[in-house]
Each structure stands twice: as structure tokens, then as C-alpha cells.
């Protein structure tokens, strides 16, 4: 079944769809805000509206298509294996579950051996809280103010106030704790009750607008929690596999966590894979009671598979010199738009291919995001500060998509400016 080519789907019914069975008030606020998208054709770093809008995609959906809408590559790795696997069952070891884990081993620090899979970010967060808290017999997880690190059952818990508090996700009083960034003496103050299981910190703030961290701020956070006998969880959701131009991004800062979650980009938007990495304390469970935990498709045969080849293609040398020349081109490029439009974008952060650009205004989404996607990109803003927009390139972007993002930005500030 061709679901682009039936001419009795269209793009009016599939909203309407959705608004009736599937999300009204998502649906309706990008209509509201004359920005409704069905998505149609996708391919490399370009998707289609069903209504033939084509648009320049930078948001990556939080680094979800690092290597492209429907890398071939990717897509022929998991038909390869549909010919000879499927989920497999969680109880059995796996041969792809098997080799995934040695190269996921292979790929970090020492000592980070031990893999445990699961289906998306938030659930892996989870499963190292879980490690954390059996490891340490404790149950405080610290976690930095303005984070996010998803939306299931524990690690919603650890996030900001608007993702946790209309579903009364709290926790029990004092089990969540959130601390500034780079502000080490709030955190050991916290950390010195001796009563907190883990510190779990995105190593950019994707949320909160990719700010980067003081130098020696996240190692010093690692000192503090070897000091006082809890676990660092270092969530590279959004910022591992090659976006910073190393492996993960904490390699930036000198020091090794204990854990290590990973997931979007690490599917290759093909198949819903994630992963939590463990030293040996961290993964004590695995050794004690490893059947106390599990996960139906975490780990699926399947997705295996396709994990290593997204592993294959981001590690390769021609993959990491196009990420070191396109940070380059990213600081040229974004720097004589920021001189351009200087007043209005007020400067940026970055590591690798990843940026926060700096607008003076009140919401992005609304000031920004709207006159790019008029000129056919499409970005976002960040949620808990709302005057920074995302950029988020992919691994394997190519000179001409660059030309053409640049131009296209010059025409979306240039709007964005006048409507101020």
C-alpha cells in the first residue's frame, strides 16, 4: 500500500484524522499558528508538506534524523535483516543484541561495558535511574534546573516543572532535586546528604537552549559524586553519536561517567532503539537479578541491526571531517548573519554541529520559527527558553544544503526583522 501516492488521502482528511482521533490540541496550535505540516516525501535533510512545501530540516527532530530522513544505508540494513530476524524475545541473548553491545563498548571509555536496551530516551533514562538507585541503595536524583529528559514514568520526574506537573508527576517530596548549572556549590551541597543515587545532566541543555557549561563543570560534578558515593548519568540523547565532533559530547570535558544514555539519532529514524551503558557499579544488577528488568522491544533483533550501521556510518573517518568542516561552515555562516541581523540575533552558542542562535524576543517559535518556515526551513525553538532557536544540523549535511540553508535564513531574519 503507497500511503504519499493514494490520491484518496489528502492532506485536509489526515488533519481533520488527527485532530478527531489522534492529538486536537497539537494538531490545532500549528494550525493556529499558520504552520500546519502533515509531512509527506522524505529524503537526506529535506521533507515535503503533503501539500508539496518542500523545507530544509534543521531541527532533526532533536538529532533523530542525524543521518538523514531514510538514510539508504540504514533502511537496507533493516530490510537485510527482516529476511533472517524479527523483535527476537528479551529473555534469550541475541546475536545482534550481542555484537551492538560489544560495539557500543568498543565506541566509549573504559569500563563502560555493560548495555541495556530499551525503546526511546525516556525510557533508558529510567533504566539508569533504576541502575542507580539499586546500586546505591539511595532514591534523590539530582538533575540541573531547566533540563529535560523525557517524558516516561521516572525521568519526567527528574525535568522541569512543565513537562512533570499537569500529570502530577512530582515524585515523592525530596526524591527529585534540581540545582543550577555551573553552580558546583549548590550542588554539593545536596550531594554532601549522602542520600542521592544519581546526578543525571544533559551534556549540552538541548531544552534550555544548548547553553555550554562552564569549563570543568561537569568533571568537577564527577569529583563531587565520587566524593560522596552517587552515580553520574550522562544523558547524550541529543548531543552523542558524533554531533559535537567526538563520540559524546562529555569527551569535551575530560572525565567519564557512569552511565551513558543514548537513543534518537541512534535508530536512524528508522527503528525506536535506545540504549543505557553501565560501568560495573552501575550495572551490578545485571549480575544480581538481571531478569527483574525488561522490555518487550528493547533491544529487538531488529533494531540492533540497525544500530550498528548507524554506529558504521557515524564513526567513519570521512563522517567525522565532514561534521569538523560543517561546524566550521556553521561558525562562518551563522556569525555573518548574526553581524547582519546584529540587534535582533544577539550571538549563539556551539559545540560541533549543534546551536543555540540568541534572538531578542520573547518566542521564537512565533518571531523566528515562523518567517523561516515562510522561506522553507524549518527550526524550533527551545522550550524553557524561548527566545533561543535550535539549529541542529545533520552528520552528513553537504555544501549545497549549506548554501542553500544560508540563503534561505537571510531571507526568513530579514522578514523576521520587519514583522518586529
Known amino acids: 500500500m503507497s500511503f504519499l501516492n493514494d490520491p484518496n488521502i489528502t492532506k485536509a482528511d489526515i488533519i481533520d484524522k488527527s485532530i478527531r482521533y489522534w492529538n486536537p490540541s497539537k494538531t490545532q496550535e500549528w494550525i493556529d499558528r499558520g504552520m500546519s505540516i502533515v509531512i509527506g516525501k522524505r529524503e537526506g535533510y529535506y521533507f515535503w508538506d503533503m501539500d508539496g512545501r518542500k523545507f530544509l530540516n534543521i531541527h532533526i527532530n532533536g538529532g533523530t534524523y542525524n543521518l538523514g530522513h531514510r538514510n539508504p544505508e540504514v533502511i537496507k540494513a533493516l530490510v537485510d535483516a527482516t529476511e533472517e530476524l524479527d523483535v527476537g524475545n528479551h529473555h534469550f541473548p541475541g546475536i545482534t543484541k550481542a555484537l551492538l553491545a560489544e560495539k557500543l563498548a568498543n565506541l566509549c571509555p573504559e569500563g563502560l561495558d555493560y548495555v541495556c536496551y530499551s525503546t526511546c530516551g ?74 542521592a543515587a544519581c546526578v543525571i545532566i544533559e551534556s549540552l541543555l538541548a531544552t534550555y537552549g544548548f547553553p555550554i557549561p562552564d569549563k570543568g563543570y561537569l568533571a568537577g560534578v564527577k569529583k563531587l559524586c565520587e566524593k560522596y558515593g552517587t552515580l553520574y548519568i550522562a544523558d547524550e540523547v541529543q548531543t552523542g553519536l558524533m554531533r559535537t565532533g567526538k563520540m559524546w559530547c562529555f569527551e569535551h570535558e575530560g572525565f567519564v561517567p557512569d552511565m551513558i544514555v543514548t537513543a534518537k539519532g541512534f535508530g536512524g529514524g528508522i527503528y525506536p532503539i535506545s540504549a543505557t551503558i553501565m560501568n560495573r557499579k552501575a550495572g551490578c544488577w545485571l549480575f544480581d537479578i538481571g531478569r527483574m528488568h525488561g522490555s518487550t522491544c528493547g533491544g529487538s533483533e531488529l533494531g540492533c541491526a540497525v544500530a550498528m550501521k548507524v554506529l558504521d556510518i557515524s564513526t567513519r573517518p570521512e563522517t567525522v571531517a565532514l561534521v569538523k568542516k560543517n561546524t566550521a561552515r556553521l561558525t562562518e555562516g551563522i556569525t555573518a548573519l548574526k553581524e547582519k541581523y546584529d540587534g535582533f540575533f544577539r550571538g549563539f552558542t556551539q559545540r560541533g554541529v549543534i546551536m543555540g542562535l540568541d534572538f531578542d524576543c520573547k518566542d521564537a517559535s512565533v518571531s523566528v520559527t515562523k518567517p523561516l518556515f515562510d522561506n522553507g526551513v524549518w527550526a524550533h525553538n527551545s522550550r524553557l527558553r524561548p527566545n533561543i532557536l535550535q539549529l541542529k544540523l545533520g552528520l552528513l549535511c553537504d555544501d549545497a544544503f549549506l548554501d542553500e540553508l544560508f540563503e534561505k535564513m537571510d531571507k526568513g531574519l530579514a522578514q523576521a526583522v520587519k514583522m518586529r
Open 122 to 195: 525516556g525510557e533508558a533514562v529510567d533504566v539508569a535511574i533504576k541502575s542507580a538507585r539499586y546500586a546505591t541503595k539511595r532514591k534523590k536524583v539530582i538533575s540541573i534546573t531547566g533540563c529535560y529528559h523525557g517524558h516516561t514514568g521516572l525521568s519526567v520526574s527528574t525535568g522541569d516543572a512543565v513537562f512533570k506537573d499537569p500529570f502530577l508527576c512530582q515524585g515523592e517530596p525530596g526524591c527529585f532535586v534540581q540545582v543550577p548549572l555551573n553552580d558546583l556549590d549548590a550542588m554539593e551541597a545536596e550531594l554532601k546528604k549522602e542520600d
